[in-house]
């Protein structure tokens, strides 16, 4: 009787190394370490302001190059038909997305790290921090989190140029779009009657909880790392994400769990949450074949966007606190997904997604103009 033959197992990443020989130069990651010396050997004694701006700044340009190194990399793969060799590849949809997060922005995580620590640096030996009060201390655990957040972010990133290639009647991905998303999700959250719950999740004065503040970063960042895995299996045609992203907006309040202190207050992070998921949703996801979505969940696959289910349950968890509050949220997200709506029917020569936020801003702000 012939053996089974077990084939050996292979440890070796070749989309790692292959990214790594396409888009790595030590030139430019010593050009990178250079910059920083030059800059840091102009810091006078006992100027620690001048290394925290170094610090800061680095932070802020490796995120801008990250972004666009992360673009970069997905348009030539796409423009060398590589990305259309990776749908044959035995490689799982995680090991393709952590090595175009680690590898394909390198450069800019190397300026990351020089300017965390840096920073860190800079806060532990200022003086600052001589009468270790409250404040200070969670300005330094808020620093030791920063990873987690860049990680999150590069996850987001890549998430969001994975869609590429979708036509001029859907979400591309483009910095443009990605401007004016934040935009709108800015102008929903200021303009619903949330301020005391604002002020309860972003105050600086409130003394951090260790626990409750790790938990909630590490929340975000294995939301962040399951959504990109998601959204690479369905550029691959392995799995859809509709699912996975409607689960991931429907757990999101959980990022603010600690705030939970009554009913009501639970219920307002509720409507931010989903209003905000909605609006991301009704921007991203195919709005085209929502019949054939809800025939599909007949027999169990759901294709539907994500607001279908978000949408109506945040206006659900709205008209009991507030009529005005439920008013505002419908009318928001309704004229959006109006917009949005018409103008994907529009046979335009322009990127319709676009035009329908750019549309709605301009409504909102000929609306100022009329009733400040």
Not at 272 to 287: E, M
Request: with cysteine.
């Amino acid at each position: 009787m012939i053996e089974n033959i077990k084939l050996p197992k292979i440890y070796v990443n070749a989309e790692f190394q292959r990214l790594w020989w396409t888009n790595v130069s030590g030139g430019l990651l010593m050009g990178v370490l250079l910059i920083y010396a030059l800059f840091i050997s102009a810091k006078e004694s006992n100027d620690w302001g001048y290394l925290k701006a170094i610090g800061w700044g680095g932070m802020f340009i490796s995120g801008v190059v990250t972004y666009f190194l992360i673009e970069r990399s997905l348009k030539q793969d796409v423009e060398s038909n590589a990305f259309d060799q990776l749908r044959m590849s035995s490689l799982s949809p995680w090991q393709m997305v952590y090595s175009r997060i680690l590898v394909a922005p390198l450069l800019a995580w190397v300026g990351f790290l020089v300017g965390w620590v840096l920073l860190i640096a800079a806060f532990v030996l200022s003086t600052t921090l001589v009468d270790n009060n409250s404040w200070n201390n969670n300005v330094l655990l808020t620093l030791l989190a920063f990873p987690l957040l860049a990680w999150a972010f590069a996850c987001m990133v890549l998430t969001n140029a994975l869609q590429f290639g979708r036509g001029l009647r859907q979400w591309s991905g483009s910095a443009i779009q990605f401007i004016l998303m934040l935009l709108i999700n800015m102008i929903f959250l200021n303009y619903l009657n949330f301020d005391p719950l604002k002020n309860l999740l972003w105050s600086s004065d409130e003394t951090y909880n260790i626990l409750q503040f790790w938990f909630r970063n590490v929340l975000l960042a294995i939301f962040a790392s399951v959504a990109v895995n998601s959204a690479m299996a369905q550029r691959l045609h392995l799995k859809s994400a509709h699912g996975v992203f409607l689960v991931l907006s429907l757990l999101s309040p959980l990022l603010f769990s600690w705030n939970f202190t009554n009913v009501d207050t639970m219920a307002k992070t509720l409507v931010l949450c989903y209003g905000c998921a909605t609006i991301v949703s009704i921007l991203t996801q195919n709005n085209f074949h929502l019949a054939q979505g809800f025939a599909e969940l007949k027999q169990g696959r759901f294709r539907l966007p994500a607001w279908v289910v978000l949408f109506p349950l945040g206006l659900l968890v709205a008209l009991p606190l507030d009529v005005n509050m439920a008013k505002l949220y419908l009318l928001q997200i309704g004229g959006l997904l109006a917009l949005v709506w018409i103008f994907a029917r529009l046979k335009l020569r322009y990127q319709a997604i676009t035009m329908a936020m750019m549309v709605y801003l301009f409504g909102f702000c000929f609306l100022l103009l009329i009733y400040p």
